[in-house]
């Protein structure tokens, strides 16, 4: 995982740091969507993330190819990180809302998924973010949008 070329300072990078601490210990630990599923953080910024999927037997549906559920999971992943590296320290947040429009089918080919997502706004209540799975050529494969409550200061 890595941050992006700003240099991160104050809470961001507090944020990022706890981010990239979370998903490390899921890894070790076997839990999470980490383990689970493979969605692996990439990159992380302020008000931005970067995510992936390698389509694996546990992600396809009864016609096989990536279960639209998942794809989903991995852009609420990805849109409610990019919100949480903007966040003041101790706040948490859930999403509320969540959005997906799906432009094609994902065979499990080897193909990597990205998904990078950004925050939009992030109020003191609520805050957006969009998010855009692409394949390893590059081609939309779904792209939405979230909305989520941001829980207590």
């Known amino acids: 995982m890595t941050t992006t070329d700003t240099p991160l300072t104050g809470t961001t990078a507090t944020r990022v740091s706890e981010l990239t601490a979370v998903f490390e210990r899921g890894l070790q630990e076997k839990l999470g969507v980490g383990a689970s599923l493979g969605i692996r953080l990439e990159e992380a910024g302020e008000g931005y993330t970067r995510y992936y999927l390698d389509p694996n037997p546990a992600t396809i549906n009864a016609m096989f190819t990536v279960h639209g559920g998942v794809l989903a999971t991995l852009m ?5 990180s990019a919100v949480f590296t903007k966040l003041g320290d101790g706040t948490a947040y859930t999403t509320l809302e969540l959005k997906v429009n799906f432009i094609r ?11 990078e997502a950004t925050a939009v706004h992030v109020g003191r209540r609520t805050a957006t973010a969009e998010g855009r799975i692409t394949d390893a050529a590059g081609k939309l494969i779904a792209h939405g949008s979230t909305t989520i409550l941001v829980l207590g200061e």
């Open 76 to 80: 609420d992943t990805a849109m409610g």
């Open 105 to 115: 089918a994902v065979a499990m080919d080897g193909s990597r998924l990205t998904c």
